[in-house]
């Protein structure tokens, strides 16, 4: 079954990825700068773009489309050797994020969207109790759901152990924890636990951690939206790899 993806921006990263898709509905009408771009990418790549009336749009996607929509192939996750292969392949150590149960589509694609721009080699994410690729994460991510990495596993537990073979450090985020993020060492290869919204990490993902790190903050509200706190942690992990490489 194809997987839609909507939204001029969305479809436009789609197409340049080079990732399989199958045709293109473009609302009729729709003649402007953003749409000739998807129309001449569609045309470089082969894809059958078909111009239909927006109300057949509305029925495909009833949140905002921007008059485009992709049948795209299905989305191929990765594993987590993959990961660490593509780490190895850049020569770099393995900079990896878990979400731990994490429920929200939006909070999916903008931490993809994150891990992204900072170099994240890779994300993990449960195969149940956890929110999986779709069309909602691919647009909240700007395309970034086609460039980073999505590995699902079955179990959290075993997989952390794995990865602390092979010399990854296991860093939670935590509002109890007692180490300021900006006070913890987060170089070398690490795997950023995010917990889901509301409830955090659970138990036994907690107690697999080797660091737990918090956000330190003064206002009234004792929490962050976990997109905007796994940007601020994914930022320090870039910032610290990125001085350490320049020493």
């Known amino acids: 079954m194809d997987d839609l993806i909507f939204g001029r921006n969305a479809v436009s990263e789609l197409l340049k990825s080079g990732h ?11 003649r402007d700068g953003s749409i000739q771009k998807i129309f001449a990418l569609a045309k470089t790549a082969g894809v059958v ?47 990896i994020v878990l979400l731990d149960e994490l429920e929200d589509p939006q909070n999916f694609g903008a931490i993809l969207r994150t891990a992204e721009a900072v170099g994240v080699h890779g994300v993990i994410i449960p195969k149940r109790r956890s929110v999986q690729l779709n069309a909602t994460v691919f647009k909240t991510s700007a395309g970034a759901a086609q460039y980073v990495k999505v590995a699902q596993i079955t179990n959290v537990a075993q997989t952390l152990k794995q990865l602390r073979e092979f010399g990854l450090k296991i860093v939670g985020s935590d509002m109890s924890a007692e180490i300021d993020f900006n006070a913890a060492n987060l170089t070398g290869g690490i795997v ?39 940007a601020v942690l994914m930022y320090e992990i870039f910032s610290q790899r990125q001085r350490e490489s320049s020493q």
């Open 49 to 95: 773009v078909e111009f239909v009336k927006r109300d057949k749009l509305d029925k495909l996607c009833p949140s905002r489309h921007q008059g485009v929509v992709a049948f795209a192939a299905a989305t191929n996750y990765s594993t987590v050797e993959e990961i660490l292969e593509f780490a190895a392949s850049r020569n770099e150590q393995p900079f």
């Open 20 to 30: 399989s898709v199958n045709k293109i509905f473009i609302a009729e009408g729709s």
């Open 192 to 230: 950023l636990i995010i917990g889901s919204e509301g409830h955090g990490m659970r138990r036994l993902t907690r107690e697999n951690c080797d660091e737990l790190i918090k956000i330190p903050m003064v206002g009234k509200i004792n929490s962050l939206n976990a997109s905007v706190a796994g």
